[in-house]
């Protein structure tokens, strides 16, 4: 209860000091504690029923779910609350940082930020594009008791530009329609905040090839400078080059930005099948 405590108190500390600022900051509380509570699963239908069972709150139904909703909470201010409460962020002397996206499947009509979206993943018997919420997650990558662990950072809901601009009313923020960003643009901008936050820190951005490009690698060391770094699987039409070499002649015009051409990681890889084989250890006797 001690560390609860320790943990609440920032977090309370981040709403404004007006009475209605205090009453969020309370609610909020008592949802976090919901939430950890072993009471059931953490849906919002269980959440109510832990504060009015377990807590005696008594919170009206419709008052709830508009607090749950609220675009009056400072996440701005939540989230860096949470960053200045981490003690160890960094890992061998580097910040290293989670990037992907992820949908959340729904089923009311009205709920903010919901379309359909394209699910890549999704099962044969699966809607291919499901009625979801999507989501641009960036979280801290940490060695915890020997096995790598994700505390969330930040987040941002993604809002497709055809639904913008069909002014959808589940796509606006405070009745106000919103400007569109791409995922790229969503993540280079939470990334920033993170990185002015834990300044003069080296930070590792792990993505998957999606994400590992350069409209995301680009921004960032435009802003960051040589303090971004990227960790990304490669595209299988992503083309290689080898490194230029430095001629002591001088030809006009630009030196060259890249050597020769080595080929697509999908051409590379097909080169070397001939030579691949298959190994058996021998259990020893």
């Known amino acids: 209860m001690f560390i609860l405590n320790d943990i609440l108190k920032p977090l309370q500390n981040a709403f ?27 849906i919002s239908s269980n959440v109510l029923r832990c504060l ?3 807590f005696g709150l008594n919170i009206n139904k419709r008052r709830f779910y508009t607090f749950m909703a609220s675009n009056k909470i400072p996440w701005h201010n939540l989230w860096a609350a949470l960053w ?10 580097r910040l290293m940082i989670a990037l992907d996206d992820f949908i959340n499947p729904k089923t009311g009509r009205n709920i903010f ?35 790598w662990a994700c505390l969330p950072l930040s987040q941002r809901f993604y809002l497709p530009q055809k639904a913008i ?16 960003q791409t995922k790229l643009q969503q993540a280079v901008e939470m990334v920033i905040q993170v990185a002015q936050h ?7 951005i792990v993505c998957d090839s999606w994400f590992g490009n350069n409209g995301l690698f680009k921004p960032l060391r435009t802003k960051l400078g040589n303090f971004v770094h990227l ?8 083309v290689l080059y080898s490194i230029p070499k430095i001629g002591s002649s001088k030809k006009p015009g ?7 051409r080595l080929g697509s990681c999908a051409e590379m890889a097909a080169a070397f099948m001939a030579y691949a084989s298959t190994y058996h250890c021998c259990q020893p006797q």
């Open 113 to 147: 930020g919901c379309s359909h979206i394209f699910d890549h993943a999704a099962k044969d018997n699966q809607s291919k594009y499901p009625w979801a919420q999507n989501v641009v997650l960036i979280g801290l990558l940490k060695v915890i008791k020997g096995r």
């Open 254 to 260: 630009r030196p060259k930005k890249y050597g020769s």
């Open 231 to 238: 960790l990304s699987r490669l595209r299988s039409n992503t």
């Open 52 to 54: 009015n069972t377990l």
């Open 84 to 93: 200045h409460l981490i003690p160890d962020p960094l890992s061998d002397g």
């Open 16 to 42: 404004s000091s007006t009475n209605l600022g205090r009453e969020r900051a309370h609610w909020f509380s008592y949802a976090i504690l919901a939430f950890i509570i072993p009471f059931t699963s953490s």
């Open 165 to 180: 601009n069909a002014k959808s009313d589940n796509m606006r923020v405070a009745g106000k329609v919103v400007s569109f």
């Open 198 to 204: 834990f300044a003069g820190v080296d930070i590792i």
